[in-house]
Structures are given as structure tokens and as C-alpha cells.
């Protein structure tokens, strides 16, 4: 069975431009949402990694803030990669300095 597609015009009148298939028209609306629902999860996941930051404290180091945050103090490494952009020395962090948190 077709179905008659219509469109508002500006003035809030539809008008008619021909004809599409029920089955058609399920499955474009059907892969519409799919995408839509991904570019939501994907929209997620990146305001998860922008969003994700850890103000040193006085006597953190990098393997208690790993521990702290992931459960696993070897993981320091990973906050050390993150934030080589103002780190040198994974020793040497500071209280105050804002640490990405990947």
C-alpha cells in the first residue's frame, strides 16, 4: 500500500509530492533513528573525555591519583600521557594544576 508523502509549505499548507512504498518509508525512518542514536552516544563520549579533569591536591602523585580514580595505582602512567603537554616529569606535579583524566 502506498502512502501519499506531504509536506507544510510556508504558510502552514501541505501539498503532495507523489507517492512512497509503507515498507520504504519504515525502514528510512527506521535508519534515521539508528543514526540518530549514534550520533547521540558519540556526542557522549566525547563530552566524557573533554569534560574529564582532576585538581592535584597537596601530596597526590600521579599513582595515588591513578589509584583514586581508576582503582589501579600502575595506571599512572596513562594520566602522565594525557598531560605531557605541562608535564615533564611525572615526579613533578603540583598542587592546583589541572590534569587531564583519560
Not at 508523502?5 to 509503507?22: A, F, M, Q
Not at 601530596?59 to 594520566?79: F, V
Request: hydrophobic fraction near 30%; charge should be neutral; avoid cysteine.
Amino acid at each position: 500500500m502506498a502512502v501519499q508523502n506531504k509536506k507544510l509549505d510556508p504558510e502552514g499548507t501541505t501539498t503532495s509530492r507523489g507517492s512512497v512504498n509503507r515498507e520504504d518509508a519504515k525502514r528510512h525512518i527506521d535508519e534515521a533513528r539508528y543514526e540518530q542514536m549514534e550520533a547521540r552516544r558519540a556526542a557522549r563520549e566525547v563530552q566524557k573525555q573533554e569534560a574529564r579533569t582532576y585538581i592535584v591536591q597537596p601530596g597526590d602523585s600521579l599513582s595515588k591519583i591513578a589509584e583514586k580514580l581508576y582503582g589501579d595505582a600502575s595506571r599512572w602512567s596513562e594520566i602522565f600521557e594525557a598531560n605531557k603537554d605541562q608535564l615533564a616529569n611525572p615526579n613533578m606535579i603540583r598542587a592546583g594544576q589541572e590534569l587531564k583524566i583519560p
